[in-house]
């Protein structure tokens, strides 16, 4: 398959599924190995972005997507009559910090830090799809613990969680990490242009 023709391909195959497709997907419905697929891809992706497209094909771990230009979401907020998404709440983004940097976590653990309930926040954040259940810990009661999810990526421009900003203090057992954890994912929303998830509700009683 000659490159224009796999562009092609590949362009059609994640503007028809709108969603994140896997690299493995991609390679079974092409027939190409993994460096060739993930090559092309990178290709068109910087294409875009340098022709100053109104589309965007971003890499989410081992997916990639097909997007709109941030730049462009006034412009698509209007056209399509739908309003701002309001920012995260200030409980919403402690337990997203937490979850984060510290994942998986348990809603126990969530709240051993910010020392208050959390169960609202946590439904919250799983309703907006920017974490999801990943398993129960192997301890008496079996809580269920929590990841970030490929949405919180895209939401957070974040390729991988490997993007995240550092922290300069790694303790789980530092309970004062509340607040930095905060300003870190402040900066990520800073640096995003457009596009915040709503998750603007204040936190239950």
Do not use: H
């Amino acid at each position: 398959m000659e490159l224009k023709e796999l562009e092609s391909a590949i362009e059609g195959i994640l503007f028809a599924a709108g969603d994140p497709m896997s690299v493995e997907r991609l390679c079974l419905t092409l027939g190409q190995d993994r460096e060739t697929v993930d090559s092309v891809c990178q290709r068109m992706a910087d294409s875009y972005s340098y022709d100053r497209r109104g589309i965007r094909l971003v890499r989410l771990e081992n997916s990639w997507q097909m997007c709109s230009a941030p730049e462009q979401a006034a412009y698509i907020r209007k056209a399509l009559e739908s309003r701002k998404p309001a920012k995260l709440s200030q409980p919403a983004l402690e337990v997203l910090a937490i979850i984060a940097y510290f994942q998986p976590v348990t809603r126990a653990y969530i709240e051993q830090i910010r020392g208050v309930d959390s169960s609202y926040t946590v439904g919250l954040l799983l309703e907006r799809e920017l974490i999801r259940e990943a398993g129960r810990l192997a301890v008496p009661g079996r809580p269920m613990q929590f990841r970030t999810t490929k949405n919180f990526l895209r939401s957070f421009g974040l390729a991988s969680l490997d993007d995240l900003p550092d922290l300069a203090s790694a303790s789980q057992e530092d309970l004062q990490l509340t607040m930095e954890m905060e300003s870190a994912l402040r900066r990520l929303r800073e640096a995003e242009t457009e596009g915040e998830p709503d998750a603007s509700e204040e936190e239950g009683t």
